[in-house]
T-cell receptor, first 111, second 118 residues
Framework: QKEVEQDPGPLSVPEGAIVSLNCTYS??????FMWYRQYSRKGPELLMY????GNKEDGRFTAQVDKSSKYISLFIRDSQPSDSATYLC???????????FGKGTKLSVIP | SQTIHQWPATLVQPVGSPLSLECTVE??????LYWYRQAAGRGLQLLFY??????ISSEVPQNLSASRPQDRQFILSSKKLLLSDSGFYLC?????????????????FGPGTRLTVL
């Protein structure tokens, strides 16, 4: 079983839709959870991080963590064409300098 | 605010040639520094990390090496490139310290260098 599973998509939604992106993980030692957005041919940009179960909101973005189920989600409300990118989940806190990444979900928001 | 630079942005090199990629960070002191490689369909792989000048740790055996000659400068090198070295190389930084806290575990990435070895 891979440490982090993330559906690669691609995911295509109409503008204004609510987007749900998800990752599951197997290592219960992970304590910190991050979402990065990566535009084509660019470096990943940190969107959100959280370190506790529950929801964290930042503008149109909500990060949700359920440690009991080992499941994290990123919700995007009122999606825009500028949200079209690959979204990477990342996890840390297991005592390693290395972040453990999902392989990313490619999102396209159609005008 | 902190800024991270990488150059060159794009590089095409023949097999067997040397490599030098540079990363610099502005606006912070004594950061942890990281080199990752992102290959198509394979996610991000940590290659090296550094917690201080001259302190380099390797995560994956390969024909690459890293150096940190100054506090905010991180260099990735190779003496002879292989075809398998092609990929997108990313430098990242975090607040200095051991792993296990939100600040030291939150990593910020640079714009990347796309390397093609022919």
């Amino acid at each position: 079983q891979k440490e982090v599973e993330q559906d690669p998509g691609p995911l295509s939604v109409p503008e204004g839709a609510i987007v749900s992106l998800n990752c599951t993980y197997s290592n219960s030692a992970f304590q910190y959870f991050m979402w990065y957005r990566q535009y084509s041919r660019k470096g990943p940009e940190l969107l959100m991080y959280t370190y506790s179960s529950g929801n964290k909101e930042d503008g149109r973005f909500t990060a949700q963590v359920d440690k009991s189920s080992k499941y994290i989600s990123l919700f995007i409300r009122d999606s825009q064409p500028s949200d079209s990118a690959t979204y990477l989940c990342a996890m840390a806190g297991a005592g390693s300098y290395q972040l453990t990444f999902g392989k990313g979900t490619k999102l396209s928001v159609i005008p | 605010s902190q800024t991270i630079h990488q150059w060159p942005a794009t590089l095409v090199q023949p097999v067997g040639s040397p490599l030098s990629l540079e990363c610099t960070v502005e606006g912070t002191s004594n950061p942890n520094l990281y080199w990752y490689r992102q290959a198509a369909g394979r996610g991000l792989q940590l290659l090296f990390y550094s917690v201080g000048i001259g302190q380099i740790s390797s995560e994956v055996p390969q024909n690459l090496s890293a150096s940190r000659p100054q506090d905010r400068q991180f260099i990735l090198s190779s003496k002879k490139l292989l075809l398998s070295d092609s990929g997108f190389y990313l430098c990242a930084w975090s607040v200095w310290g051991p792993p296990g806290t939100p600040s030291t575990d939150t990593q910020y990435f640079g714009p990347g260098t796309r390397l093609t070895v022919l």
